[in-house]
């Protein structure tokens, strides 16, 4: 009997790794999908938190993905062993925080361990010469298959004519005239090739859910790390960072306030973990207080959470503080005026 050989597929829920994996199922590859979560890249959580994003599918795309080609998914939590990697770059940063080449050579190499143990044959990614300035050049593609150790194991079906040929190549398990020859940033081939193989629904092929690569967002982070004096981060850190209004006014503590009934929602979730401010005398958002924090910076934050809440013109604004032990008091304070709040508080 004829072997059925097998590759797992990096699957991050975009268009690219969903194209690569069928052209591999279309040549009678065996193909289940590898998700690494990280941290960083939980698009359905902002969309189901904020209102301007209601309009978007509440879904995890590389579930969807899976769904829509029929085979397994595997989610791998690197959270812990993926900090090394975001704080020690071998190869830098991108333009932001992003440290696009050896994350993907760190991803490689953990699918590398995982067809090991699995028993499967090759891998699969959906990269494509030329469409990511700081990983997918056609002088680092030998980088990643290399640095990652999957040398010939390491298959792009969606560039693979321009590429040396691989082992599922050599070895005939594949045919290299099913592979494509796609470069560059447009993503029309993809699009084309998405209806011919009858998908007439995928994640924003321009996309992208790196939370890295977003500029407000690595402000905030390196912020962070600033304020402790290290590179550092839980989870928690991480999912605070994409949510709410955050200011520092003193480089001993910051403020995050929700900006809408959703975020609020969400930051109820880590009163525990922190002082909060909530306005009682008029609508308005709940804050939280992260650091050290003095009896003068407590009414100095209330001021500027008073200042975004709907009594922002009336003289007095009533919070209620509530401490990490769940003690409440009271307290009463002018809002803050727009111009008093500078501009380099906000992150």
């Known amino acids: 009997m004829t072997k059925q050989y097998k590759a797992a597929a990096l699957i991050s829920g975009g268009l690219d790794s969903m194209l690569a994996a069928r052209a591999m199922q279309e040549q009678g590859i065996y193909v289940e999908g590898l998700n690494f979560f990280t941290g960083f890249c939980v698009e359905g959580h902002t969309h189901a938190i904020r209102k301007k994003d209601q309009a978007k599918p509440k879904r995890n795309n590389a579930l969807w993905v899976a769904e829509q080609l029929g085979m397994k998914l595997h989610f791998v939590d690197v959270v812990e062993e993926y900090k090394e990697v975001l704080f020690n770059p071998k ?9 696009c080449l050896d994350c993907k050579i ?9 067809i090991k143990e699995h028993d499967f044959d090759f891998i699969i990614t959906g990269e494509v010469i030329g469409q990511r300035p700081k990983s997918q050049r056609k002088e680092t593609m030998p980088v990643i298959a290399r640095e990652s150790g999957a040398e010939g194991l390491l298959l792009r079906p969606l560039c693979g004519k321009n590429l040396p040929a691989t082992t599922p190549e050599t070895e005939g398990w594949i045919d290299r005239a099913g592979l494509f020859d796609f470069s560059g940033r447009t993503r029309k081939p993809q699009m084309a090739l998405a209806k011919q193989y009858g ?25 962070l790390w600033k304020s402790r004096g290290e590179k550092a981060y839980e989870l928690d850190d991480i999912m605070l960072l994409k949510v709410g209004r955050h200011l520092r006014p003193k480089p001993e503590f910051k403020i995050i306030i929700s900006r809408e009934e959703g975020e609020g929602k969400f930051l109820q979730g880590y009163k525990k973990q922190y002082i909060s401010l909530k306005t009682t005398s008029h609508a ?9 924090v003095t009896p003068e910076d407590l009414a100095f934050a209330a001021r500027i959470v008073a200042r975004y809440s709907q009594g922002r013109n009336a003289d007095q604004v009533e919070l209620e503080i509530r401490e990490k032990d769940g003690t409440t008091q009271t307290i009463s304070v002018a809002p803050m005026a727009v111009h008093e709040i500078r501009k380099e508080w906000l992150l």
């Open 106 to 114: 760190f991803m490689v190499e953990k699918a590398l361990e995982w």
């Open 199 to 223: 998908f007439e629904e995928y994640a924003q092929p321009a996309g992208g859910c790196c939370f890295l690569t977003d500029a407000p967002y690595a402000v905030k982070l390196a912020d």
């Open 91 to 99: 190869h830098g940063y991108g333009a932001n925080l992003n440290p």
């Open 284 to 292: 308005g958002p709940l804050a939280l207080l992260d650091g050290r």
